[in-house]
């Protein structure tokens, strides 16, 4: 397979097996991401996001709760048809990931130094010396002050910036060219948000590192991301370049979730809109799309016929709406 | 860490000297003049009155404890009747095979218990899982002497692999030593394994689903650096817990198994002196036995310290 892309998800179908039955948490997404490129996947909890994201490091139990269907391009090898063996050469090595919560993704009985050294001694001939050393230059690299010191403390002494930090020196271990950054902002104060996000745009400008970047904050979309994926009730219902979502979303959930985001020069005797209802449960998806319950455009051929992700616009979006050329040009009237 | 030490130990004086004096009170407790229970119907009452001075018995009670628990401190604790020796010195000499069988036992119960309890907790529902749950089973239901029994049967009567009973100190040479301690430890082992290897795996099943199991598989570990350095020591302090107990109780003394392998060790000293009537030594050994509890305790809050950072470093 020659592509460009880094990263080339493809027709991937993640289930898992339940007492309900087996159902798909994430049902036939595809998606790219280019050398240097940082893209996000938005949606909702329960949207399968971060499963997407463990379904490319295959971090599920394959052994009794999951299974995979589709490709994973990574380099131009498909990621699911490795081998355990295989795959954990690529874990920490190739691709890297970091998690929502810094403290309970850290080992809380190993010091900060051993959890780094301990990737580079799996992946790379190090001595434990040499191994110490780079993890105090990933410490320092991860601006975390004091990295002589810090590197020899465990989890608890630090604060939760960082401890992301360190999620994210360890994650730098072994130079990866891909990371997976599973909502990497949601456990912090909103200041030590902007913190972690400046330091992995930056990661990614000065090491030209790809970043898959999992979210439901459309303002950190908006600042880091160059191309975005919406995800809703385990399929992709929209994906475009971030200024062209912004400007002429397609779907009508992503129009939803563009005006549940709360901005200073809204009109406050309004309330917030917020797209009402749930996201449905796995074992329980409407027969046609799968917003159509909480759509409020949402017709007869709706309810009955799933869409397809179709190119839409001029700009390049796909969406997977029956309605959104028409939609779209509601929205345009209305912005007028 | 020194203050966490400290206040560990400060928190055992008032238990120490509550178990003394409710240990002290033991002979009180039960009906009967001491003294006259002890010499039996056929004694006149002047060796009666004899042992009761003795025995301290005509001083009121806040001195006959004071005397006590002053001889206690600096190791005395009084003289038995029956064995004609100080019971702290025969305390000393059935300590050895009774600790030494607690340690063997205890060996063999987590060699077997952290093994299975793992390999059940990684591989729910596989064949360690279903071993675990037959073997636990069994082990919790089948006494520990009908086991033993069976033992004996096997592979001392039948086999003639390991003697019958008896008693070989380690001085005398391992080879002998563990031959004789062999069935009797293995009939102790296997029952606490059974306890202990439940808790080993739903110590590691709560663990493994913990965030860092997670960053580790994501780190590209091999599966037994996860399980062992990650997974296992952070669920040791539940399974630390009950083998703490469970050495507690064995070094105060295994009188059912100590007996059918006829080991001098202190369960079986307590169960003749109880039948004796022999105060000084229950009461002394009932003392040694608590503070040998809280010993272990300590020792297993210390380890917790070890183990923990979050705890050395408070």
Redesign the interface.
């Known amino acids: 397979m020659a592509s460009e892309n880094l990263l080339e998800i493809k027709a991937l179908q993640t289930y898992f097996h339940t007492e309900a039955g087996k159902v798909s948490a994430v049902d036939g997404v595809s998606l790219a991401v280019g050398a240097g490129e940082i893209v996000g996947i938005v949606g909702e909890s329960g949207c399968g996001k971060s499963v997407t994201a463990?379904s490319i490091?295959r971090?599920l139990d394959e052994?009794?709760q999951a299974s995979y269907s589709g490709e994973v391009y990574f380099e131009g090898v498909d990621l699911l048809k490795l081998s355990q063996r295989q795959m954990?050469?690529?874990?920490?090595?190739d691709i890297?990931?970091i998690?929502q919560?810094p403290l309970?993704?850290?080992?809380?009985?190993?010091t900060i130094g051993e959890q780094i050294t301990?990737?580079i001694r799996?992946?790379r001939k190090f001595s434990r010396k040499n191994a110490w050393q780079e993890a105090v230059r990933l410490l320092r690299l991860t601006g975390i002050p004091a990295p002589e010191r810090r590197v020899h403390e465990?989890p608890?002494?630090l604060s939760g910036g960082m401890r992301q930090r360190v999620?994210i020196a360890?994650a730098l271990?072994c130079e990866p060219k891909l990371l997976i950054a599973d909502e990497p902002t949601t456990a912090l104060d909103v200041t030590i948000q902007a913190q972690i996000m400046d330091l992995i745009a930056k990661l990614n400008r000065e090491l030209g590192m790809s970043v898959l970047l999992i979210t439901h904050d459309l303002g950190v979309v908006a600042e880091v991301c160059h191309r975005v994926a919406v995800m809703y009730a385990g399929q992709i219902v929209e994906t475009a370049d971030v200024a062209t979502l912004f400007r002429e979303p397609q779907h009508p959930y992503t129009i939803g979730l563009l005006q549940s985001i709360p901005s200073l020069d809204r009109d406050r005797t309004k309330p917030l809109q917020a797209v009402e209802g749930f996201v449905p449960a796995l074992h329980q998806l409407p027969k046609g799309c799968r917003f159509a319950p909480r759509c409020p455009h949402a017709d007869a051929l709706c309810r009955t016929e799933m869409p397809l992700l179709e190119s839409k616009g001029s700009s390049g979006s796909q969406a997977r709406c029956w309605h959104s050329e028409a939609l779209s040009q509601k929205e345009a009237v209305r912005h007028a | 860490m020194v203050i966490y030490i400290l206040r560990r130990l400060l928190a055992l004086v008032p238990v120490v000297l509550i178990m003394s004096i409710v240990v002290f009170l033991i002979i009180y407790l039960i009906p009967g003049d001491p003294a006259r229970v002890m010499l039996g119907d056929g004694a006149d009452e002047s060796t009666i009155q004899e042992l009761r001075q003795q025995m301290g018995l005509n001083y009121p009670l806040l001195e006959q404890y004071g005397r006590w628990i002053g001889n206690a401190v600096q190791g005395d604790l009084g003289r038995s009747f029956f064995l004609q020796q100080p019971v702290s010195t025969a305390i000393r000499e059935h300590l050895a095979p009774t600790l030494s069988l607690a340690l063997f036992a205890q060996f063999i119960a987590v060699l077997i218990a952290i093994p299975l309890g793992v390999r059940a907790a990684v591989?729910?529902?596989g064949l360690a899982d279903k071993t675990l749950n037959a073997y636990s089973l069994l082990g919790i239901s089948v006494p520990g002497f009908l086991l033993s029994l069976f033992f004996v049967l096997v592979f001392a009567v039948r086999l003639k692999w390991f003697p019958v009973s008896g008693y070989a100190p380690l001085h005398e040479g391992l080879g002998s030593f563990l031959k004789f301690m062999f069935l009797p430890a293995l009939s102790i082992g296997i029952v606490m394994s059974s306890l202990t290897a439940r808790i080993v795996k739903a110590s590691m099943l709560e663990v493994l689903h913990?965030?860092?199991v997670?960053?580790?598989?994501?780190?590209?570990?091999?599966q037994n650096?996860i399980i062992y350095?990650?997974v296992l020591?952070?669920a040791l302090i539940p399974i630390l817990t009950v083998v703490g107990g469970s050495f507690g109780t064995l070094v105060a003394g295994a009188a059912v198994i100590e007996t059918i392998f006829n080991i001098p060790g202190l369960g079986q000293m307590l169960v003749h002196a109880v039948e004796r009537r022999d105060y000084a030594v229950i009461q002394g050994m009932v003392l040694f036995i608590a503070i040998v509890y809280v010993a272990v305790n300590l020792a297993v809050d210390l380890l917790y310290a070890v183990?923990?950072?979050?705890i050395r470093?408070q």
């Open positions: 463990q490091l971090l052994k009794s954990r050469g690529v874990r920490g090595n890297s990931m998690f919560d309970s993704s850290l080992n809380p009985l190993l301990e990737t799996s992946h465990y608890h002494q999620m360890i271990a | 591989n729910r529902g913990e965030g860092f997670k960053t580790a598989l994501s780190k590209g570990l091999r650096t350095k990650h020591r952070n183990v923990d950072p979050r470093l």
